[in-house]
Nanobody, 120 residues
Framework: QVLLVESGGGKVQPGGSLRLSCVAS????????MGWYRQGPGKQRELVAG???????TSADSVKGRFTVSRDNAKNTVFLQMNKLEPEDTAVYYC??????????????WGQGTQVTVSS
């Protein structure tokens, strides 16, 4: 079983910054892809940004130039640095991790979600 614990959400004014963290623990052999998704009020869950084990990244057009995804492989942790936040970024942010467990079976796990609210 793989457990993800997220932190770093909160309320911030437009133009502000937040940094989200997600730590994976449990029966992990190797983590491949890590990423962040979000679900705003009345909206479907969408990919925000993702990063491979080798450090290749992808991000939604709406966050390019404002959000940066990074990871620390030694600590099984993925980060999302969010700058120049806008009210439209208000959502519950979820991390997702994919890899192989100690039985060499593939897994995909979601975090519990952390609320980000951008409002004056």
């Amino acid at each position: 079983q793989v457990l993800l614990v997220e932190s770093g959400g909160g309320k911030v004014q437009p133009g502000g910054s937040l940094r989200l963290s997600c730590v994976a623990s449990g029966s992990i052999f190797r983590i491949e892809a890590m990423g962040w998704y979000r679900q705003g009020p009345g909206k479907q869950r969408e990919l925000v940004a993702g990063i491979t084990r080798e450090g290749r990244t992808t991000s939604a057009d709406s966050v390019k130039g404002r959000f940066t995804v990074s990871r620390d492989n030694a600590k099984n942790t993925v980060f999302l640095q969010m700058n120049k936040l806008e009210p439209e970024d208000t959502a519950v942010y979820y991390c997702k991790v994919e890899g192989f467990d100690t039985d060499l079976r593939p897994f995909g796990s979601w975090g519990q979600g952390t609320q980000v609210t951008v409002s004056s």
